[in-house]
C-alpha cells in the first residue's frame, strides 16, 4: 500500500502478486478477492486499463461465489468501462452495484455510484438524466452524519475566503481567484465554474446545483451558510 501511495507501481504489483500467493495458498478467499482489486487499481494507476479490467473480473468472479452482496467491484468497473468509452457495459455494472446499495444504509456511501450513473447518462447525451442523478448523488452525501469530515484539509479555510471574496472582499477575491486554476487542475472544474458564478452575483443554489459532483454541492451550500 505504501509503494501504491507513492505510484511505485512496479513494487505495488510485487507485493500484492506475493499476496495473492499467500491468499491461496492459506485459502483466504475474502483476502484473494481483495488482492485482486489491489492488482486492478494498481493496474489503472500505470495506465494499464486492459489488466486493471482483468484484475477487476477476477475479483467480482471470486466475490460472487463468495459474498454476492460486495458492490465496490461492480463500482470500479462501472468506472473503468465509463474511463473507456464502454457505456452499455459501465452502466450494466453500475446497475448491479445500484440494486446492492439501495438496500443499505448511507454507510455504503451511495453518492459514488449514483455520480457513475450521472457520467454515464451524461456520456450517453442524457442531460436530464445526469441531472437527475447527480441530485440523488448530492441529497445522499448531504444527509450522511459524517459528511464533514470526508471533506479535503484546505476546505473549511476555502469556504470562509471564497465567502469573503463574494461578499466583494478584495483581498479575498485575488486569493480565490488564484486557487480557481488548481482546483480546475485537479479536475474540480465544477466547483471553480459555480464559485465564479457566485462572485459575478448567483446566489440560488437549486440554479447552481444543476452541474456539480455531490462534494462540490455540499462546499457550496457551506459558502451559502456562511454568507446567510
Known amino acids: 500500500m505504501v509503494a501504491e501511495k507513492a505510484q511505485n507501481w512496479e513494487e505495488a504489483e510485487r507485493c ?11 485459502q483466504d478467499w475474502s483476502g484473494l478477492a481483495g488482492s485482486f ?9 500505470a495506465g ?16 460472487d461465489k463468495i459474498n ?5 467491484t461492480l463500482g470500479n468497473l462501472a468506472r473503468l ?54 441530485r440523488k448523488a448530492q441529497e445522499s452525501y448531504f444527509a450522511y452524519p459524517g459528511v464533514a ?7 473549511p479555510a476555502f469556504i470562509q475566503t471564497v465567502a469573503a471574496a463574494v461578499q466583494g472582499n478584495t483581498n479575498a477575491k485575488s486569493e480565490v481567484e488564484k486557487i480557481l486554476p ?8 465544477d466547483l471553480a465554474a459555480a464559485i465564479r458564478r457566485m462572485i459575478a452575483g448567483e446566489r440560488d ?12 454541492a455540499y462546499i457550496i451550500r457551506r459558502i451559502l451558510a456562511v454568507l446567510s
Not at 48 to 63: C, F, I, N, V
Open 149 to 155: 469530515y470526508q471533506l479535503p484539509q484546505w476546505a
Open 16 to 26: 500484492y502478486r506475493e499476496e495473492v500467493r499467500i491468499s491461496e495458498q492459506i
Open 48 to 63: 494499464r486499463l486492459d489488466d486493471a479490467e482483468r484484475w477487476y473480473l477476477r475479483a467480482q468472479e471470486t466475490k
Open 68 to 72: 454476492p452482496s460486495d458492490f465496490s
Open 81 to 134: 468501462y465509463l474511463s473507456k468509452g464502454r457505456l452499455t457495459e459501465a452502466e450494466q455494472y453500475a446497475q448491479r452495484a445500484l440494486v446492492i446499495i439501495e438496500t443499505l444504509d448511507l454507510s455504503a456511501e451511495p453518492w459514488k455510484i449514483y455520480n457513475t450513473l450521472a457520467k454515464i447518462a451524461q456520456a450517453k447525451g442524457n442531460a436530464q438524466e445526469a441531472a437527475q442523478w447527480r
Open 182 to 189: 488548481k482546483l480546475e487542475a485537479r479536475g474540480a472544474e
Open 37 to 45: 482489486n489491489h492488482l486492478a487499481r494498481v493496474a489503472e494507476g
Open 205 to 216: 443554489f437549486e440554479r447552481l446545483r444543476t452541474e456539480l459532483a455531490y462534494q462540490s
